[in-house]
T-cell receptor, first 113, second 116 residues
Framework: NAGVTQTPKFRVLKTGQSMTLLCAQDMNHEYMYWYRQDPGMGLRLIHYSVGEGTTAKGEVPDGYNVSRLKKQNFLLGLESAAPSQTSVYFC????????????FGPGTRLTVT | AQKITQTQPGMFVQEKEAVTLDCTYDTSDPSYGLFWYKQPSSGEMIFLIYQGSYDQQNATEGRYSLNFQKARKSANLVISASQLGDSAMYFCAMRGLSSNTGKLIFGQGTTLQVKP
């Protein structure tokens, strides 16, 4: 099992450009999440999905969109990148909610200039 | 609203000694779960230990144990016999169990450095 994978690992964007981050999991997990990590602020939830075809807003959703067309994939889109979106982005998945831990991908380091 | 607070930005511990990383939380959810994750310098997030709010005993996983004090709303991580490989950032996180979203709220993290 590859677990949770993220593509790309690094990316540099110019202000106003768009991009999509891909998250894939091969554990048949229902729940998937996108977080961003900034220095001194821990991880903050951007969007999440409780199953194929569903998405919901997290703590910091502005400037991002997501889609979960297939159970194994969760896409995070930036329509018009801003320097404030410079961050490390983590995708995570879990079998269900409740007591189940989240499994994290390796992260994507995004710089917006 | 839920909140996790980790008040120790950085800590040092001597190799082979025990160390406690503090975590306090606030929630109105009557049922909740507490998680600890480790993030080494390579960046990945590694799950360490889980404690449910209704668990009768403190959770343990190898050298990791969770000192859960419900009345004080604290869930401190104890690492026994520290090793050099324990040097990393540690995050405390919480999930309310009443909703079915599975969302985790993270603290700011504590950087632990183990001295040889």
């Amino acid at each position: 099992n590859a677990g949770v994978t993220q593509t790309p690992k690094f990316r540099v964007l110019k202000t106003g450009q768009s991009m999509t981050l891909l998250c894939a999991q091969d554990m048949n997990h229902e729940y998937m999440y996108w977080y961003r990590q900034d220095p001194g602020m821990g991880l903050r939830l951007i969007h999440y999905s409780v199953g194929e075809g569903t998405t919901a807003k997290g703590e910091v959703p502005d400037g991002y969109n997501v889609s979960r067309l297939k159970k194994q994939n969760f896409l995070l889109g930036l329509e018009s990148a801003a320097p404030s979106q410079t961050s490390v982005y983590f995708c995570a998945s879990s079998y269900q909610a409740g007591t189940y831990e989240q499994y994290f991908g390796p992260g994507t380091r995004l710089t917006v200039t | 609203a839920q909140k996790i607070t980790q008040t120790q930005p950085g800590m040092f511990v001597q190799e082979k000694e025990a160390v406690t990383l503090d975590c306090t939380y606030d929630t109105s959810d009557p049922s909740y779960g507490l998680f600890w994750y480790k993030q080494p310098s390579s960046g990945e997030m590694i799950f360490l230990i889980y404690q449910g709010s209704y668990d009768q005993q403190n959770a343990t996983e190898g050298r990791y144990s969770l000192n859960f004090q419900k009345a004080r709303k604290s869930a401190n991580l104890v690492i026994s016999a520290s090793q050099l490989g324990d040097s990393a950032m540690y995050f405390c996180a919480m999930r309310g169990l009443s909703s079915n979203t599975g969302k985790l709220i993270f603290g700011q993290g504590t950087t632990l450095q183990v001295k040889p």
